[in-house]
């Protein structure tokens, strides 16, 4: 069964400081995935999507992801973070032409002043 | 709608008494998705519609757990004499149509859900 492992369950970072947000899949033979945000009290917002092609994906609010087939990752980055990040990314992964998404546990990004 | 609405954002409940959660899709979108979200955890995958059938019912914890959508729009997920570790965050999400939800589903708030 596919699997999502997400190391860091909180990252502290300055503002302005660049953050990498770590996600890790079991492997399989052709997957979707994606970067979820969730800002307090609310629901989860698509951060960015993966599904073919470039392996560089860019997504909102400035935010970037690679997808790396052989080391099975999907590292989201963004070069300069403001005090707004500071929310809970998720990572999900679903195998191709199947409708179930599979969530990591979150990351708590908190950006300091 | 413009985007998923859940009713209500927040329940308290007494141990033993049953709740309904709702789920209001987008309109148009004909796949519904129900999430729980315990604390310290992911999401856990709890059920699917497709139109008002169910095709997957495998992420529901116990037979207390029931769900079921009319006139493929509203949901409703039904747990039935709460325990405390139904204490979550229940979300919705929806999409266009299970073969593109690839692109990814459309959220819900949530309710939390507080057995007492």
């Known amino acids: 069964a596919q699997s999502v492992t997400q190391l860091d369950s909180q990252v502290p970072v300055f503002e302005e400081a660049p953050v990498e947000l770590r996600c890790n899949y079991s492997s399989s033979v052709s997957v979707y995935l994606f970067w979820y945000v969730q800002y307090p009290n609310q629901g989860l917002q698509l951060l960015l999507k993966y599904l073919s092609g470039s392996t560089l994906v860019k997504g909102i609010n400035g935010f970037e992801a690679e997808f790396n087939k052989s080391q099975t990752s999907f590292h989201l980055r963004k070069p300069s973070v403001h005090i707004s990040d500071t929310a809970e990314y998720f990572c999900a992964v679903s195998d191709s032409g199947t409708y179930k998404y599979i969530f990591g546990t979150g990351t708590r990004l908190k950006v300091l002043a | 709608g413009a985007g998923v609405s859940q009713s209500p954002s927040n329940k308290v409940t007494e141990k033993g008494k049953d709740v309904e959660l709702r789920c209001d899709p987008i309109?148009?979108?004909?796949?519904l998705y129900w999430y729980r979200q315990s604390l310290g955890q992911g999401l856990e995958f709890l059920i699917y519609?497709?139109?008002?059938?169910?095709?997957?019912k495998s992420g529901l914890p116990s037979d207390r757990f029931s769900a079921e959508r009319t006139g493929g729009s509203v949901s409703t997920l039904t747990i039935q004499r709460t325990q405390q570790e139904d204490s979550a965050v229940y979300l919705c999400a929806s999409s266009f149509d299970v073969g593109i939800s690839n692109y990814g589903y459309t959220f819900g708030s949530g309710t939390r859900l507080t057995v007492v």
């Open positions: 309109s148009g979108h004909t796949a």
């Open positions: 519609f497709q139109g008002n059938s169910a095709p997957d």
